[in-house]
T-cell receptor
């Protein structure tokens, strides 16, 4: 597709379970970002990739959160031992070098 | 630190009314400023931006001017349409640790009635 694709669009899980959220960026975009948007809030930065490496993971809230981008394209955000407070919309964005960020529609995570 | 404060919603207007959504920021250095829009069922989209003081960003009839003296970037449109109904986010960008980060406001939901 032409835009940033995120799957699943909705995920409901139980407290303590493991979750993976996938982001397929726009082809050729070297930069990839994950943001988290809680209810009633604006998106908050989690992690930034330039190519395959995590250039900045300072926004990850704790060590239950991890993200990879092994081939410099698709990225997976992984959340271990989910908690109710992890419920949010997880947004992915990609950009060309020094270019505009293009956001996906997000993955809505609900932890029961 | 870097932060953005924007007018709380929701905002409800009639078609052809004038729109203002206030946004002020706190930043170290000289950030770029943005307005993003999120239409129902869609992802965030860049609406307009300004990269330095006194710059005016404009798109689709919306405008915002980067005011350094008042640290503001208010969004305006002279005549709103039903299709403008969406959530609007003010944001700034800054560079830290080699990455450019966006800091967003909480968003303002706009509903335009026919």
């Amino acid at each position: 597709g032409a835009g940033v694709s995120q799957t699943p669009s909705n995920k409901v899980t139980e407290k303590g379970k493991y979750v993976e959220l996938r982001c397929d960026p726009i082809s050729g975009h070297t930069a990839l970002y994950w943001y988290r948007q809680s209810l009633g809030q604006g998106p908050e930065f989690l992690i930034y990739f330039q190519g395959t490496g995590a250039a900045d993971d300072s926004g990850l809230p704790n060590d239950r959160f991890f993200a990879v981008r092994p081939e410099g394209s698709v990225s997976t955000l992984k959340i271990q031992r989910t908690e109710r407070g992890d419920s949010a919309v997880y947004l992915c964005a990609s950009s060309p070098p020094a270019g505009e960020l293009f956001f996906g529609e997000g993955s809505r995570l609900t932890v029961l | 630190g870097n932060s953005v404060t924007q007018m709380e919603g929701p905002v409800t207007l009639s078609e052809e009314a004038f729109l203002t959504i206030n946004c002020t920021y706190t930043a170290t250095g000289y950030p770029s400023l943005f307005w993003y829009v999120q239409y129902p069922g869609e992802g965030l989209q860049l609406l307009l931006k300004a990269t330095k003081a006194d710059d005016k960003g404009s798109n689709k009839g919306f405008e915002a001017t980067y005011r350094k003296e008042t640290t503001s970037f208010h969004l305006e449109k002279g005549s709103v349409q039903v299709s403008d109904s969406a959530v609007y986010f003010c944001a700034l960008s800054f560079t830290q640790g080699g990455s450019e980060k966006l800091v967003f406001g909480k968003g303002t939901k706009l509903t335009v009635n026919p």
